[in-house]
């Protein structure tokens, strides 16, 4: 079955796009030889390790799935890099940071005030964070359309019917900085952006398997009991949607809407 523990052993390879997005909030946060960061859901740790690489403070990694940290933790451990598990509904750190960098997490948080709450209070006065994530309910049109191929396909379309999002999206800019705003931070900028890639069909179903199918292949995002042959025959029916969404060049074309917030801590 499809969850972060199972997916963190091929994470590194295949996280492609999230390693990509993260490179936009380097640049926003310009992180200094004397910041302490706090990498949050920082999977493997690739994100952490650059971190260390920008500075002299403080480094701490934490992510709710045991596999990723301890893929993190032999990866980078020895780096003087703390990495422990944990949620953002739970961090419990009071001004311990002075910056959060936060990749590709936003949309699983449970609880988002709540979370972006609790980084206010990780942080220190004039403290930044800098996040970004998947948004609007059409993140990806193409993993969507590969996905409703479950409802037409009579080996998933019954379970694939109680299938539950566990994902936050909003379709603003505006949505996501109130969030902030409302664990009182003081917006500096907030936007949705399109990402456009031309990939193999083989390619997709790598970026697909590196996030979404912990979602859409968990049983625990359905309200019935998934039978056992429901995550290969689903992995099938996508693979094959994927095929059939490329062009004559043999490319599909994809489209991610990304949402990019930086905030501060007055």
């Known amino acids: 079955m499809s969850n972060f ?7 590194q390879r295949k996280a492609a796009l999230q390693k990509s997005a993260a490179q936009q909030l380097f640049e926003m946060l310009k992180i200094g030889r004397a910041d302490d960061v706090l990498d949050l859901g920082c999977g493997t740790g690739d994100q952490s390790h650059a971190i260390r690489m920008l500075t002299d403070g403080k480094v701490t990694g934490i992510d709710p799935s045991r596999g990723m940290v301890e893929q ?19 961090l419990d750190a009071g001004g311990e940071f002075s910056v959060i960098f936060c990749n590709s997490a936003f949309q699983w948080f449970r609880d988002p005030v709540r979370a972006v709450s609790n980084c206010g209070r990780a942080l220190r006065s004039g403290g930044r964070m800098a996040m970004q994530a998947p948004a609007t309910r059409a993140y990806c049109p193409s993993f969507i359309h590969a996905t409703e191929a479950l409802l037409r396909d009579a080996r998933t379309q019954g379970t694939f019917r109680h299938f539950r999002s566990p994902w936050v999206f909003f379709d603003t800019a505006e949505e996501y900085a109130a969030v902030f705003e409302r664990a009182g931070f003081s917006v500096l900028s907030s936007e949705i952006v399109e990402v456009t890639l031309e990939c193999a069909p083989e390619k997709v179903f790598e970026m697909f398997e590196s996030g979404a199918a912990a979602g859409y292949l968990n049983p625990d995002c359905y309200d019935t009991e998934v039978p ?9 029916i996508i693979a094959g949607d994927f095929h059939a969404q490329a062009t004559a060049s043999g490319q599909v074309t994809l489209t991610f809407s990304r949402i990019y917030v930086l905030a501060k801590k007055p």
């Open 72 to 90: 993190a933790r032999a990866a980078y451990g020895s780096e003087g890099i703390s990495f422990r598990v944990g949620a953002a509904e739970e």
């Open 228 to 236: 056992p042959d429901f995550v290969e025959a689903a992995r099938a």
């Open 5 to 11: 523990t199972d997916i963190s052993r091929e994470y």
